[in-house]
């Protein structure tokens, strides 16, 4: 028989269930984003009032819709890329903040801009220091890299603790130095002389202080910009400009850190309708005090109604307040069969108890206490 020239294919080797990841991802835990959107969507028939991402409780300005809208009626060519680097919006911003153009980089919401800046400036092993507790994402985007996150831990978590974040900040001679001010979620809350402390006492360390409620507190470290080369200040419009949906936000920073944050930045990364909503919202400035003030006033109303219950509540300069329940992790639970979504902080170190309510306004707040007063009720009667 004739030595046939057909060859059998050996067997292909057993392809592994999924490929390799890079060496810093494989011990990192993925952020725990709890969204509520899914019982709020299965229970249509409950009134939501969704206070557990601290979102603006209302909808943006009259101005950001009416913008929007007015731009997608015109030939408003969605099927272009956006003005690159949104050097449209850092016009407004530039006049806005009283900062150079160059000192700015507008980002995919504030996230985006501390995902870049870890990019940028972190290496396998980098110290990162990070006033604990805080804003949890950002952990991940510096672990992502390779890094060692150092907390410290205030003696009480709702006081500021400068004495010890310079000690720290001597004995871990971080690359990055994270600090969010007001703090999420303890409200904590650091002046520009305190920040500028820590900015002498560490000269090469990039100090990033994360002003996601700024507008909350009117507390502002962008005015150390113009003396220290080492502070970036990330903010966002997702909170008090209730933009969240829109994922927009940005840095602050000296040239050469905005210059060096370009070199991986994806200048086409932010939406064109984000783009004109955010310009709208910056010419709504009476919209803007008018809805801060209304979350000042349903604050009050809160720690007042919370103290003759006689219950420990926590109001902060940020658009939520903290409030210890004995039985929290029930109190959540039950909170949200009547439809109101808060966030459990009581896992967290220093925080046992501590429920964070975002707040709204007034009206909202009214309804908001009413429910829980009938959460509270079960739990002291649970046969009712």
């Given at each position: 028989?004739?030595?046939?020239?057909?060859?059998?294919?050996?067997?292909?080797?057993?392809?592994?269930?999924?490929?390799?990841?890079a060496a810093p991802i494989r011990q990192l835990e993925?952020?725990?984003?709890?969204?509520?959107?899914?019982?709020?969507?299965?229970?249509?028939?409950?009134?939501?009032?969704?206070?557990?991402?601290?979102?603006?409780?209302?909808?943006?300005?009259?101005?950001?819709?009416?913008?929007?809208?007015?731009?997608?009626?015109?030939?408003?060519?969605?099927?272009?890329?956006?003005?690159?680097?949104?050097?449209?919006?850092?016009?407004?911003?530039?006049?806005?903040?009283?900062?150079?153009?160059e000192r700015m980089l507008i980002t995919n919401g504030?996230?985006?801009?501390?995902?870049?800046?870890?990019?940028?400036?972190?290496?396998?092993?980098?110290?990162?220091?990070?006033?604990?507790?805080?804003?949890?994402?950002?952990?991940?985007?510096?672990?992502?890299?390779?890094?060692?996150?150092?907390?410290?831990?205030?003696?009480?978590?709702?006081?500021?603790?400068?004495?010890?974040?310079?000690?720290?900040?001597?004995?871990?001679?971080?690359?990055?130095?994270?600090?969010?001010?007001?703090?999420?979620?303890?409200?904590?809350?650091?002046?520009?002389?305190?920040?500028?402390?820590?900015?002498?006492?560490?000269?090469?360390?990039?100090?990033?202080?994360?002003?996601?409620?700024?507008?909350?507190?009117?507390?502002?470290?962008?005015?150390?910009?113009?003396?220290?080369?080492n502070l970036v200040v990330t903010r966002t419009f997702?909170?008090?400009?209730?933009?969240?949906?829109?994922?927009?936000?940005?840095?602050?920073?000296?040239?050469?850190?905005?210059?060096?944050?370009?070199?991986?930045?994806?200048?086409?990364?932010?939406?064109?309708?984000?783009?004109?909503?955010?310009?709208?919202?910056?010419?709504?400035?009476?919209?803007?005090?008018?809805?801060?003030?209304?979350?000042?006033?349903?604050?009050?109303?809160?720690?007042?109604?919370?103290?003759?219950?006689?219950?420990?509540?926590?109001?902060?300069?940020?658009?939520?307040?903290?409030?210890?329940?004995?039985?929290?992790?029930?109190?959540?639970?039950?909170?949200?069969?009547?439809?109101?979504?808060?966030?459990?902080?009581?896992?967290?170190?220093?925080?046992?108890?501590?429920?964070?309510?975002?707040?709204?306004?007034?009206?909202?707040?009214?309804?908001?206490?009413?429910?829980?007063?009938?959460?509270?009720?079960?739990?002291?009667?649970?046969?009712?």
């Amino acid at each position: 028989m004739p030595h046939s020239r057909l060859r059998i294919a050996a067997e292909p080797a057993e392809r592994a269930d999924t490929l390799p990841v890079a060496a810093p991802i494989r011990q990192l835990e993925p952020y725990k984003a709890v969204s509520s959107l899914e019982h709020i969507h299965h229970n249509p028939d409950i009134e939501p009032h969704k206070l557990d991402w601290n979102e603006a409780t209302v909808p943006p300005s009259p101005k950001v819709i009416e913008a929007i809208t007015g731009f997608l009626g015109r030939a408003h060519h969605l099927n272009w890329y956006p003005v690159l680097n949104s050097t449209n919006l850092i016009e407004r911003l530039a006049r806005h903040h009283g900062v150079p153009g160059e000192r700015m980089l507008i980002t995919n919401g504030s996230d985006d801009a501390l995902n870049t800046l870890c990019t940028t400036y972190l290496d396998a092993g980098d110290r990162v220091l990070v006033a604990s507790p805080t804003y949890q994402h950002f952990l991940v985007f510096a672990q992502s890299r390779g890094a060692e996150i150092v907390h410290h831990y205030a003696p009480d978590p709702f006081e500021t603790d400068v004495d010890g974040l310079l000690a720290a900040l001597a004995r871990a001679a971080p690359r990055i130095f994270y600090l969010v001010n007001p703090n999420n979620p303890t409200g904590t809350l650091y002046t520009p002389a305190q920040i500028a402390r820590l900015l002498r006492a560490a000269p090469d360390t990039l100090v990033i202080v994360d002003e996601a409620y700024s507008e909350f507190a009117g507390v502002s470290a962008v005015g150390l910009l113009h003396e220290y080369s080492n502070l970036v200040v990330t903010r966002t419009f997702s909170k008090a400009y209730g933009m969240a949906g829109l994922r927009i936000g940005y840095a602050l920073a000296r040239e050469q850190v905005v210059a060096d944050l370009r070199r991986v930045f994806n200048p086409k990364s932010v939406n064109v309708l984000a783009q004109v909503g955010a310009m709208a919202a910056l010419d709504d400035q009476p919209w803007l005090r008018a809805y801060i003030a209304e979350v000042d006033a349903a604050k009050a109303l809160m720690a007042d109604w919370f103290a003759a219950r006689g219950i420990e509540c926590r109001p902060t300069p940020a658009n939520f307040v903290m409030v210890r329940f004995e039985q929290a992790p029930w109190v959540v639970k039950l909170l949200m069969e009547e439809g109101v979504y808060v966030r459990d902080r009581s896992h967290l170190p220093n925080l046992s108890g501590f429920v964070r309510y975002s707040v709204g306004t007034v009206e909202q707040m009214k309804e908001v206490l009413a429910r829980t007063g009938r959460v509270l009720d079960t739990l002291a009667d649970p046969v009712r």
